[in-house]
């Protein structure tokens, strides 16, 4: 496998943030987006496909800056079928015969090349399903998932199953990896949760 492609759902309306959360400052001169996609581009990832909302496509070209020439942006037709049918639009685009492909959410902007490279090292060794990074108690994302959670991913119905549901099905083969700070697989959702990883970013960097 010459080269590892990933996948970023960023086609949510962000209802709960009030605002794009692929538009939010996330250190430096990143947005949450632009972060992702060079954390994405130089852990070797391609290709790295951000699927979002036809409303939302302009909202994160512009967040994606100078990194928009890194990566593919396509749009999910009907974003309100949920996050499952916005991954079936990645993984058409990238083909479901791939062997693996790296998951990710636009809010989850902080996870480090250390970890996807440990993530990625653990499904060539082991084959695994589906990888996940995991502190304790506590996992999230990126994830890695094999051709056979893919082909599952893929078949399902969105408007029968979630993306969490169907990956469920593979628990007894999922591998977890540890990785070395739990706050970077929080989901970011709430300005409180933004507020909270921006004074751990403070901390850590």
Known sequence: MTTFPAVVLAAGRSQRMGRPKCALPAGGPHTFASR??????????S?????????GRGELDQSLGDW???????????????QLSTLHCGLEHIGVESPAVLITLVDVPFTTSRSIAALIDA??????????PSRGDRHGHPI?????????????DPGEETMREVLAKFASG??????????RLADIDTPEEYEAALRQLTIGE
């Open 36 to 45: 992702l996609a060079a954390t994405l581009h130089t852990s070797g990832l």
């Open 47 to 55: 290709p790295i496909v951000f699927v979002t909302s036809r409303d």
């Open 68 to 82: 928009r020439a890194h990566v593919v942006t396509i749009e999910n037709p009907h974003p309100e079928r949920g």
């Open 123 to 132: 499904w060539r060794e082991h084959q695994a399903p589906v990888v996940r």
């Open 144 to 156: 890695v998932v094999g051709s056979p959670a893919i082909r599952a991913l893929a078949a399902a």
């Open 174 to 183: 999922r591998l977890d990896v540890t990785v070395d700070e739990e706050w």
